[in-house]
Nanobody, 123 residues
Framework: QVQLVESGGGLVQAGGSLRLSCAAS????????MSWFRQAPGKEREFVAG????????PYADSVKGRFTISRDNAKKTLYLHMNSLKPEDTAVYYC????????????????WGQGTLVTVSS
């Protein structure tokens, strides 16, 4: 079992930045592909960014490409999402997710989820 705890959400003005963190309890964090998803009110959960076990593969949603950066610190068992140039449409609850085996952008294939952290971007 893996427990994931997100932090770093909050209220920020458009154009601002935030860094989200996701602390994992996994004994072997390096076995897990990790991703960030988000869900805005009234919308489905969507993929934001992912990172493979080695960190070599980092796909992004088109809507955040060039503005967000995903990274992981395997020694600290922590996943990060650096968000720059935030827009009001980035407002959502952000979730980190973990799965063994290959990285995927499909939410249903993730085994473990955090409780989410709210990001609100004001215009």
């Amino acid at each position: 079992q893996v427990q994931l705890v997100e932090s770093g959400g909050g209220l920020v003005q458009a154009g601002g930045s935030l860094r989200l963190s996701c602390a994992a309890s996994a004994r072997t964090f390096t076995n897990y592909a990790m991703s960030w998803f988000r869900q805005a009110p009234g919308k489905e959960r969507e993929f934001v960014a992912g990172i493979s076990q080695s960190g070599d593969d980092t796909p992004y949603a088109d809507s955040v490409k060039g503005r967000f950066t995903i990274s992981r610190d395997n020694a600290k068992k922590t996943l990060y999402l650096h968000m720059n140039s935030l827009k009001p449409e980035d407002t959502a609850v952000y979730y980190c997710a973990a799965r063994l085996l290959l990285l995927t952008t499909r939410a249903l294939r993730y085994d473990f989820w955090g409780q989410g952290t709210l990001v609100t971007v004001s215009s």
